[in-house]
């Protein structure tokens, strides 16, 4: 159906336009008619046409005038412009407003219906692109609650690789390195900071999970998990790194406004707690934050930082650098822990360079952090006495700072290298395991969860280990395992293309077939006819 609206001030001229429509177009077009620019103006704003027929010359407001203010409420609208005075000036006017033909009086009936077509083909394909994207939309709309459950499990939980997160990040368009978290807590009720009737609330709240997600996200730019227990974590992404009091006191104003709403349309009452700004990786020291702010407070907005202030370090203390010293040491990374190290060493001494008996202090501590991590990290044995040497050693150096920073250096690289070789070891053993397993069962129907159960590990982690080990993931791997012994069998055997398709491990031969031209770049029966 297209709605087709007629201004001019001839009454012929419409009745003619009228008919050539309704002979040619039928029921498949609804027509009105104005004849004055103001009644224009008011039609269009309630008729919404789709096409409309303009006369320049109308008595009160002009037709270039009338377009433009139909314009401003309805961008889609297709004008065509019929007119006597053929004039530079306002055919200029005309192409501004974006009219699609500009006719000149009098027009002929074949004009007129091509003029039409023409619209009315670029109005259905305008229908059947914003079709689409509705569609587009709505099957967005059922992803984007997975994507970002998705996205704040693998941050809560630690449980990704960093490419998983950019790819999370790039599919829900955050561009931000920053975050906060925030989480609601639901309950029937509330004693002090404590929320009644945990399990019943987290059915009801199954029930109303769609309507509480879209009433948070009616209030803040932000991404929703999934229903954990009475406890739902919401993600903001943040350009800054802290908040201001006033950025704050908004912020809990409206999730108060929040907690009021739930509570008046779903009937279930909520606690809402938020943690401090941080790196996106570090997502769950702002959720312990955010709980711990409900713990400690019995309103029904909390915030960690309007807490009890707790320990600061100095102004200039590198606290990033003692954080990457030791998140570096955990993960083995020697050359970047020693940048790390460094750093420090250099700003201690930079700092405080006379202060002999504090930097010795504090490089006996971080060395001892870092070996107690490497402990905790590695296979080694840890022995009490193993550190015996080291207050005898650290006073044998005097002031001679120098030595104290090889000394420094040395033993947190070492305990860097120690994590480094023990989680090669271990990849090792965990790769050659699953390599011998892959040799033997290749002809069987086997699956990444059957080599991850022999190893003994998680299929997640197996396949990130075997994947940095060997560079192929499990599929390519096997691939190539089958494809070898399949080439062996081509050359080296009697065997019929079923047969070897079975040894292999595959039980459809045109699927085989496909994937060996795919890997070798010809068929098998071209390999065994000597045209590789």
Request: aromatic share 10%.
């Amino acid at each position: 159906m297209y709605r087709i609206m007629l201004a001019d001030d001839e009454g012929i001229v419409i009745d003619s336009l009228k008919f050539i429509i309704e002979k040619e177009f039928g029921s498949s077009c609804v027509v009105e008619s104005a004849k004055t620019g103001r009644a224009v103006i008011e039609l269009a704003e309630n008729f919404r046409p789709d096409i409309a027929f303009m006369d320049i010359r109308m008595p009160g407001i002009n037709g270039i005038d009338a377009m433009r203010e139909i314009r401003k409420k309805n961008e889609s609208i297709i004008f065509i412009v019929m007119s006597a005075y053929d004039k530079f000036d306002y055919a200029k006017e005309a192409i501004n407003l974006g009219v699609k033909e500009y006719l000149n009086k009098p027009v002929n009936r074949n004009e007129i219906i091509r003029v039409l077509r023409e619209s009315m083909s670029q109005i259905d394909m305008e229908r059947e692109k914003r079709s689409q994207e509705l569609l587009i939309r709505e099957k967005m709309e059922t992803v984007v609650p997975v994507l970002e459950n998705g996205l704040i499990y693998n941050l809560l939980f630690q449980e990704y690789f960093e490419e998983d997160i950019d790819n999370y990040k790039n599919l829900l368009e955050i561009t931000e390195e920053r975050c906060y978290v925030g989480v609601l807590v639901f309950g029937e009720g509330r004693v002090g900071n404590h929320m009644t009737n945990a399990v019943g609330s987290s059915i009801r709240l199954h029930e109303h999970y769609n309507e509480v997600r879209e009433l948070v996200r009616s209030y803040f730019r932000c991404f929703v998990g999934a229903v954990t227990g009475n406890k739902i974590a919401v993600l903001f992404p943040s350009d800054k790194p802290e908040q201001s009091y006033n950025e704050r006191v908004e912020l809990i104003d409206r999730a108060r406004e929040l907690a009021r709403k739930i509570k008046e349309d779903i009937a279930i009452d909520v606690r809402i707690g938020f943690g401090a700004i941080v790196e996106l990786m570090e997502a769950m020291n702002s959720y312990n934050g955010a709980l711990r702010a409900l713990v400690q407070s019995e309103g029904s907005v909390a915030h960690v930082d309007d807490l009890p202030v707790g320990g600061h370090f100095e102004e200039n203390y590198p606290v990033a650098t003692e954080k990457e010293l030791f998140e570096a040491t955990e993960k083995g990374e020697v050359e970047r822990q020693q940048k790390a190290a460094i750093r420090f060493f250099d700003w201690m001494t930079g700092t405080y360079g006379k202060e002999l008996p504090d930097i010795q202090l504090k490089a006996l501590e971080f060395v001892l952090r870092a070996e107690t991590i490497s402990y905790r990290g590695s296979n080694e044995t840890y022995r009490f006495r193993s550190r015996a040497d080291y207050l005898p050693t650290i006073v044998e150096m005097g002031s001679d700072l120098e030595k104290l920073r090889s000394w420094f250096l040395t033993k947190t690289e070492e305990a860097a290298k120690q994590i480094a070789e023990s989680k090669k070891k271990r990849a090792n053993s965990t790769v050659d395991k699953a390599k011998e397993y892959i040799n033997e069962n290749y002809g069987k129907d086997i699956s990444l969860d059957d080599v991850s159960r022999e190893v003994d590990i998680s299929p997640y982690y197996f396949s990130k280990v075997f994947k940095e080990e060997t560079g192929a993931n499990f599929i390519e791997y096997l691939t190539n395992v089958r494809m070898e012994r399949a080439k062996e069998l081509l050359k080296g055997s009697e065997l019929s293309m079923k047969e070897i398709c079975a040894n292999v491990g595959y039980s459809d031969p045109n699927y085989f077939s496909r994937t060996f031209k795919r890997n070798v770049g010809v068929t098998p029966t071209e390999y065994k006819e000597g045209k590789e």
